[in-house]
């Protein structure tokens, strides 16, 4: 273990020293505090919590671009290390004097320094993302709870607070409820300080490397893309830029830019920075393409009353299987994502549709490394030989696909429209979350029925599925997807979907299973379309729980990593 947290300290310290563009502050290359502060107490476990997510080599068939592409790739990396920076803020304002203490003390060689430092940065702060965003750096306990809203908020602010200030300052509910604004006080009031002006120091400089790669690349669409996305970065407007994300058609697929509210706990009203460079695998996308055609059949497929379906969406699904070169920010904190659906904007969605985008090689090493063995730790050994990489990446595919059916914009009774995330606050991302695995298992039935999928069959998905479900439930219950598994599993166990068997294990029933998952389907799309906010808590508090089953069969995959901790290559990244 030493070893290994001395060499990782040789390569977080270099890599941390990143070089800025000129003009530009220097993302992560720490300096030396004025005068010596405090030296900062890290919990004593923490090496074993790095130990969980090993370093995991993410690279590319370089084959997939040419050299032209790669000036460009390089200019995206640049642009996407300055996002990185605004992400580190908006978790915390301390961050970057943090940041710099435990650099200064991870240079000593001490194990226990060296393992603050690194887990600091997978977390992106001082908080453990896999334990409820625990404290181990100090101060510990209460004293050290991370602010519910992060630092989209004053840190002080309570969610009653705020609601009663939109409700007695009604003309600034727009400014403040928004996506891409910063809530500050100002004396007894509060203001919304647009994005674009509370980070230019990074933006500007992040949307001329944009316009740099735009001005060297021959793909028309990224240009016209990464054009409307560095205007996007002064105007604090998004919409055009997505739309142009939507029509990109070439061998690069990035997206850059604010876009999920995980970080907001207190409303999930505020969009964090993120980036992901891409290239794309032109062959295994046009595999898959033949599954957005049936979107609006699936749609109209939903387990929900007629009343709720939303048939007005735009039908525009593309779907790329991408290998990631690159992420940062939001995209690359604690648990890593396996695929995403963007945009976000309801508005969007509504004119053109939502894109799925499937990042292959990361999906293929969190399988090998975590997935399945957790599966084949927790399931009946009659049931091992079915655990199917096709199920657990095509499940993954028809999640994001799912993120774009069902409600989008609804109907207030006060006759507003306004996007499901409003009414539902700091519920949404979890219920959300929820119901694109639901409708995901929901829909590929459908496929399955019609014959769109035969590489597997339901057995093998339901199979696959159950003994995948405890890796996400490691990821904290207090997190979206984790705690949208637990209410899965504890439906679903209820239901008799799951059985437990001698040894700790769990076997299937397959018609139960099929059932539980309807019925979880309904009650989900029914809370979305209708904006209920205390049926969400009611079905959150019941089954969003880890109960004393599930803490047990937890305790028995210890020695199986929970996630992987990417090095990108192509970023210099040893």
Not at 93 to 104: F, I, K, Q, V
């Amino acid at each position: 273990m030493t070893r290994f947290l001395i060499a990782f300290a040789a390569i977080a310290l270099t890599a941390c020293q990143t070089i800025a563009p000129q003009g530009s502050p220097a993302p992560a290359a720490p300096s030396a505090p004025r005068s010596a502060p405090a030296k900062l107490t890290v919990a004593p476990d923490t090496p074993q919590r790095l130990a969980q997510l090993p370093r995991t080599v993410i690279d590319y068939d370089h084959a997939l671009l040419n050299d032209n592409d790669r000036q460009v790739v390089a200019k995206l990396i640049e642009a996407s290390k300055l996002i990185d920076e605004i992400y580190w803020r908006q978790v915390s304002e301390d961050n970057p004097d943090l940041r710099t203490r435990l650099y200064a003390q991870a240079k000593s060689g001490s194990p226990l320094a060296v393992a603050g430092y690194g887990y600091f940065l997978l977390n992106k702060g001082r908080w453990d993302r896999l334990r409820q965003d625990e404290p181990f750096i100090a101060p510990f306990g209460p004293a050290g709870a991370k602010p519910p809203g992060a630092a989209f908020y004053p840190a002080d602010m309570t969610r009653g607070e705020f609601e009663r200030y939109v409700t007695t300052h009604p003309a600034q509910k727009d400014e403040l409820e928004g996506l891409f604004t910063i809530v500050r006080r100002d004396g007894v009031n509060l203001v919304g300080i647009p994005y674009s002006a509370y980070y230019k120091a990074f933006l500007d400089p992040a949307a001329a490397r944009l316009r740099e790669a735009a001005a060297l690349t021959s793909d028309s669409s990224l240009r016209t893309y990464l054009t409307k996305l560095a205007d996007a970065f002064a105007s604090n407007n998004y919409r055009d830029s997505d739309m142009a994300w939507m029509d990109l058609d070439g061998s690069i697929e990035a997206v850059i830019g604010p876009y999920e509210v995980y970080e907001d706990g207190l409303f999930n009203y505020k969009a964090s920075f993120e980036s992901f460079v891409t290239v794309v695998d032109k062959t295994e996308s046009e595999k898959l393409a033949i599954y957005a055609q049936h979107l609006p059949d699936m749609e109209r497929n939903l387990p929900e009353p007629e009343k709720y379906k939303n048939l007005s969406r735009g039908t525009s699904s593309p779907i790329k299987v991408v290998q990631e070169i690159y992420t940062a920010g939001d995209a690359r904190r604690g648990v890593q994502t396996s695929a995403f659906n963007l945009p976000n904007d309801e508005v969007v969605r509504e004119k053109k549709g939502s894109k799925k985008v499937l990042l292959e090689n990361v999906m293929e090493a969190k399988f090998r490394l975590s997935g399945r063995p957790i599966a084949q730790r927790v399931l009946d050994p009659a049931l091992t030989d079915l655990i199917s990489f096709d199920a657990y990446f095509t499940h993954t595919l028809f999640h994001e696909m799912s993120h774009g059916l069902g409600p989008g914009l609804i109907t207030q009774p006060d006759g507003q429209r306004v996007e499901v995330r409003i009414p539902l606050k700091n519920l949404f991302s979890t219920i959300e979350e929820c119901k694109a695995d639901v409708l995901g298992l929901w829909n590929i039935r459908y496929a399955l029925d019609r014959k769109l999928i035969t590489s597997f069959d339901e057995r093998q998905l339901y199979a696959t599925y159950a003994g995948l479900m405890f890796r996400s439930m490691r990821f904290g219950i207090d997190e979206a997807h984790g705690r949208g598994t637990a209410v899965q599993w504890n439906w679903i166990r209820e239901r008799g979907g799951v059985v437990p068997i001698a040894g700790g294990r769990y076997t299937i029933d397959v018609p139960k299973f099929r059932d539980a998952v309807q019925s979880l389907a309904t009650e989900l799309l029914t809370i979305e379309a209708t904006g209920d906010y205390d049926r969400a808590r009611a079905l959150l508090d019941k089954y969003g729980v880890s109960t004393p089953e599930m803490q047990s069969v937890i305790a028995t995959l210890a020695d199986i990593p929970v996630d992987i901790a990417p090095v990108f290559p192509a970023a210099g990244e040893k």
